[in-house]
């Protein structure tokens, strides 16, 4: 099989999901296949039970967004990606039309940070560069705004 043009894949940190966030979650995962992203990653607490489409990581219930983000961003290691989608269960929903701007924007781009002009970086999508995957989780407790501090951010229009 071919490796795609622009291969990325998605993280989804869901830590604090419960049985009333599964739409909101398949949603997510459907958003996420939309834009292209393989694998798609779901790191949940393990009372959630597998997201279809997605590779479902647990994580203990209740933990930090930033547990969440160093489990599923393990998953990535031996795939060929070189992006990786952030999404948030919780945050601002985006339409798919919104993502693929992200996604077209990164694959343009030589930044290590894209993000959607007016969200908070901390909350909503996020496409970061195989190159800063190191920094970001080594920085995350100071959060997403440390990496892009420090390789600088592209904001991208709707």
Do not use: C
Request: hydrophobic share 55%; no cysteine.
């Amino acid at each position: 099989m071919a490796t795609p043009a622009f291969p990325f894949a998605a993280v989804i940190l869901a830590p604090r999901a419960a049985a009333k966030d599964r739409p909101a979650l398949t949603r997510l995962v459907e958003a996420s296949r939309a834009t292209g992203a393989d694998p798609v990653i779901v790191a949940a607490p393990r009372e959630m039970a597998p997201m279809a489409g997605a590779r479902s990581v647990h994580v203990a219930g209740g933990a930090s967004d930033v547990t969440a983000l160093r489990i599923g961003m393990a998953q990535l290691g031996n795939s060929s990606a070189r992006y990786v989608l952030l999404l948030r269960l919780g945050a601002a929903a985006h339409d798919v039309v919104s993502l693929l701007a992200l996604v077209d924007a990164a694959k343009r781009s030589a930044s290590a940070v894209s993000a959607l002009d007016g969200d908070d970086i901390e909350q909503g999508p996020v496409i970061i560069a195989r190159d800063a995957w190191l920094e970001l989780m080594t920085l995350a407790d100071q959060g997403i705004a440390a990496v892009a501090a420090r390789r600088g951010v592209q904001r991208v229009r709707r």
